[in-house]
């Protein structure tokens, strides 16, 4: 199994807090991405990286931020929680972009409430 | 844009064979299918890149039509273990406004339920 945890795995909070979930890696590849899951419109992508401070939006990056500090560490930041940001937050990794498998950390579910 | 599945949902019987369906609207560079067990991460299945190639392994194989931009899963032989959701993710060729860095537009999912 790839080496990918998310933390924390379970969350509960309030509207208008912060939140950070984090995304470590020990297989030391260059892209990792995160997803949002909600029911009925599968995966979608929120953000991603491509190196060590070369982050861009996915999809559905509005609300969003992250970082990348380190190859092993993908955080990603929500400023202020709302509601609708409730969902399951997959990590994943890839060795080859677009060309390789992602493997995906075990998902953090996030209610906002 | 999301690409689309079809069909939503199948529900077959233990050896009955499946086929599901994933069409995007734009030209594609690669297609990835994965398969995700309620409560679990998805977990991937095969890639398929521009060409036409199928591809697979034991009962579970896949194509890539990069002309209609479509690919399709085929499950031969279905065992009580290929239940869950199938999803297709489509990275758009860089002539679509792809980028090279594997950033995936994952279908809706296709819900496999195998009975004995």
């Known amino acids: 199994d790839a080496g990918i945890t998310q933390s924390p795995r379970h969350k509960v909070t309030e509207t208008g807090t912060p939140v950070t979930l984090r995304c470590h890696q020990t297989?030391?590849?260059?892209?990792m991405y995160w997803y949002r899951q909600d029911p009925g419109h599968g995966l979608r992508l929120i953000h991603y990286s491509y190196g060590v401070k070369d982050t861009d939006k996915g999809e559905v990056s509005d609300g969003y931020s992250v970082s990348r500090s380190k190859t092993e560490d993908f955080l990603l930041t929500l400023e202020s929680a709302t509601s609708s940001q409730t969902s399951v937050y997959f990590c994943?990794?890839?060795?080859?972009?677009?060309?390789?498998?992602?493997?995906f950390g075990e998902g953090s579910r996030l209610t906002v409430l | 844009q999301q690409p689309v599945q079809s069909p939503q949902a199948v529900i077959l019987r233990e050896g009955e064979d499946a086929v599901i369906n994933c069409s995007s609207s734009k030209a594609l560079y690669s297609v990835h299918w994965y398969r995700q067990k309620h409560g679990e991460a998805p977990v991937f299945l095969m890639i398929?890149?521009?060409?036409?190639e199928q591809k697979g392994h034991e009962k579970i194989s896949a194509s890539f039509n990069e002309k209609k931009q479509q690919s399709s899963l085929y499950l031969t032989a279905s065992q009580l273990s290929y239940s869950g959701t199938y999803f297709c993710?489509?990275?758009?060729?860089?002539?679509?406004?792809?980028?090279?860095?594997?950033?995936?537009?994952f279908g809706q999912g296709t819900i496999l339920t195998v009975h004995p």
């Open positions: 993710g489509t990275e758009a060729s860089l002539s679509a406004g792809g980028t090279s860095y594997g950033k995936l537009t």
């Open positions: 297989e030391n590849h260059r892209y």
């Open positions: 398929l890149l521009k060409g036409g």
């Open positions: 994943a990794i890839s060795r080859l972009a677009g060309i390789g498998e992602l493997f």
